[in-house]
């Protein structure tokens, strides 16, 4: 993304930057988090609440970000001092909280796209071909390096996850100094259609499983007794995660998008497309589950358990395999270059760093901090002993991040967009200076961005910490 940063004219088309877009949105969100959040969270009503979440909070906002992008044509801290014609405008530090998020998310997200390039690795081997539901959840168990609390710290249990996250890192690193981002990200746009069809291979696989019926029900029947006050702020959390909101990536992309761009519909076409393939991980993942006999709330391991059962018994199967692993690390790729080039242009702009330089930095300083979420993916991990604010370093890199930095940078954007920036710049941006009749869509936006978004962002937060009770 770097040279395309830096060429915003590069993007000739809505299709382009709507692709750039879904390129920072489609990740391990959708395969690896979507599913066995859906799973922890009770299924049917938890989906419901993430779209209601999705619907009501992450599009508004999505359309805020993409408004601010495009009217400053600058990224998340530069956005906000331009178009409030102040240097020292407080807005920006909505910005530096996007940073910090990103740092966050970065620390575990690496970890978990280390699980995924190990087992890319292991599928070309051929290790998974017959796998039982046993053997599959032993082998995460030993991927991730579960059952090490106690040992020592240089032994191979402990080190295998460090040096597959590493490994991501110096990948990340190496496309973003090569500066050959743009190259990678048009591979990608390649990659996502073919991801697209290998996912409905597995969903069709899984859907003809004995007992996928009962995964069915499991991910469609509504039952809101399973929803608590911190499910509720999962759920909405996981929509921010999701979309890559509240942390300023899509004021940056929003800088991409053409002057004759739809704004107020484009929120909705990547929400769309990212809910598609959220669903298909979903059909795959929860009939396997059942038909397998695998516990659908097993946490973080859903993915890595049940899609080398879906693949195991199936002709073909182990090369299905290792393409899906594949695909799904360069989906994670994406993803983690938007994620890094948000610290990388704070750092870079604040220090006055080159960008190599910076980028590099950035990637060194979450390889050492990631190793402590390398180090606890599970209680019984090396560092998995460790509670704060009681929870291991993995959990709570992944909690404050979605449950904390990036609903509250996503209310101060709605605030920003529906109160502070002026009506008649709003509207400019969503009608393209008049040129698109939006006017009913302008005041449907603009009264959820005041009343509603971040209404409901409040009393979600409020209520899960406990100060709000109902
Ligand atoms: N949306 C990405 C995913 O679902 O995998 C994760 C992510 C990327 C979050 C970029 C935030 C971000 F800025």
């Known amino acids: 993304m770097s040279s395309e940063t830096k060429q915003r004219d590069a993007f000739s088309s809505t299709l382009a930057a709507l692709m750039v877009s879904l390129g920072s949105a489609v990740g391990l969100g959708n395969i690896w988090k979507f599913p066995y959040m859906t799973g922890t969270g009770g299924g049917g009503a938890f989906l419901v609440l993430y779209l209601f979440f999705v619907f009501m909070v992450a599009v508004p906002i999505m359309i805020s970000e993409f408004v601010i992008g495009r009217r400053s044509r600058m990224n998340a801290v530069g956005a906000f001092r331009k178009l409030d014609n102040d240097p020292r405008s407080p807005w920006a530090g909505i910005g530096f909280m996007g940073a910090l998020a990103a740092y966050l998310i970065m620390f575990f997200y690496s ?35 579960a059952g090490t609390a106690g040992g020592s710290f240089f032994s191979a249990a402990v080190l295998s996850p460090i040096f597959w996250q590493v490994l991501v890192l110096c990948v990340i690193g190496a496309i973003i100094s090569l500066g050959v981002s743009s190259g990678i990200e048009r591979a990608i746009r390649i990659m996502m259609p073919i ?26 029947h509504v039952d809101f007794s399973q929803i608590t006050p911190s499910v509720t702020l999962a759920a909405m959390g996981l929509a921010f995660f999701k979309l890559s909101l509240g942390m300023g990536t899509m004021i940056t992309y929003g800088s991409y998008f053409t002057a004759d761009s739809d704004l107020s519909t484009a929120p909705l076409k990547i929400a769309i497309a990212d809910i598609c393939v959220s669903m298909l991980a979903g059909l795959a993942i929860f009939p396997t589950v059942f038909s397998f006999g695998v516990e659908p709330g097993a946490g973080p391991g859903l993915l890595f358990i049940t899609i080398p059962l879906v693949f ?26 938007s994620l890094v080039e948000v610290p990388t242009v704070w750092m870079s702009e604040e220090f006055n760093m ?25 209680s019984s991990s090396f560092f998995g002993g460790i509670k704060v604010m009681g929870r291991g370093f993995f959990d709570l890199f992944d909690f404050i991040s979605s449950n904390i930095c990036l609903p509250l940078g996503g209310l101060f954007i709605a605030l920003y967009a ?15 200076h008049g040129r698109l009749h939006n006017e009913g869509k302008v005041v449907l936006i603009r009264f959820l961005l005041r009343y509603v978004t971040p209404l409901l962002v409040l009393i979600i937060f409020l209520n899960s910490v406990g100060v709000l009770k109902f």
């Open 195 to 220: 991801l697209f069809i290998l996912l409905i291979i597995c969903a069709i696989r899984a859907l003809t499983l004995p007992g996928a019926a009962e995964g069915l029900r499991f991910l469609f």
């Open 354 to 378: 080159p960008r190599k330089k910076a980028a590099i930095l950035n990637c060194v300083i979450i390889a050492v901090v990631g190793v402590l979420a390398a180090g606890s993916a599970d």
């Open 312 to 337: 195991s018994q199936m002709p073909l199967g182990q090369v299905l395999l290792f393409a899906f692993f594949l695909l799904t690390s360069f989906a994670a790729n994406g993803a983690m270059l």
């Open 418 to 432: 529906g109160y502070k920036m002026k009506k008649e710049d709003f509207r400019d941006e969503l009608t393209n």
């Open 111 to 145: 970890c978990v796209a280390g699980w995924v390039y190990y087992y890319t690795f292991k599928a070309a081997t051929g290790v998974f071909a017959g796998i039982t539901a046993d053997k599959a959840g032993a082998m995460f168990g030993s991927a991730i390096g």
